[in-house]
């Protein structure tokens, strides 16, 4: 029996999430967040084609990926903290992005 088509559609979005998420935390990492990297990532994220097991997932990494943007282009500590609090929690409540 092969793989269901929503099976395989899961396992690659975690698959390319998982990159994201690590592209991200380097990003981190190294303190070297520019408003044209976070861009480049949220586009890499808006360009995958999400299950529905993820939407929700989805949607908060997407909004934290807005909030730095705002924080970086304009300087608002608020929205930087709003970020990293949706990042944190993403990370929480699914442990495979670290994995």
């Known amino acids: 029996t092969g793989a269901k088509p929503d099976n395989a559609l899961e396992i690659n979005y975690q698959a390319k999430a998982k990159q994201i998420y690590s592209d991200y935390e380097k990003l ?17 994220l808006l360009d995958l084609k999400v299950p529905a097991k993820f939407k929700q997932l989805h949607i908060q990494f997407v909004l934290a990926l807005i909030k730095m943007e705002n924080y970086l282009s304009q300087k608002d500590e608020q929205a930087k903290s709003d970020g990293t609090r949706l990042i944190s929690q993403l990370k929480a409540d699914y442990g495979w992005l670290n994995n």
């Not at 981190?28 to 890499?44: A, C, H, S, Y």
């Open 28 to 44: 981190d990492r190294d303190n070297n967040f520019t408003v044209g990297k976070i861009n480049e990532l949220k586009n890499k």
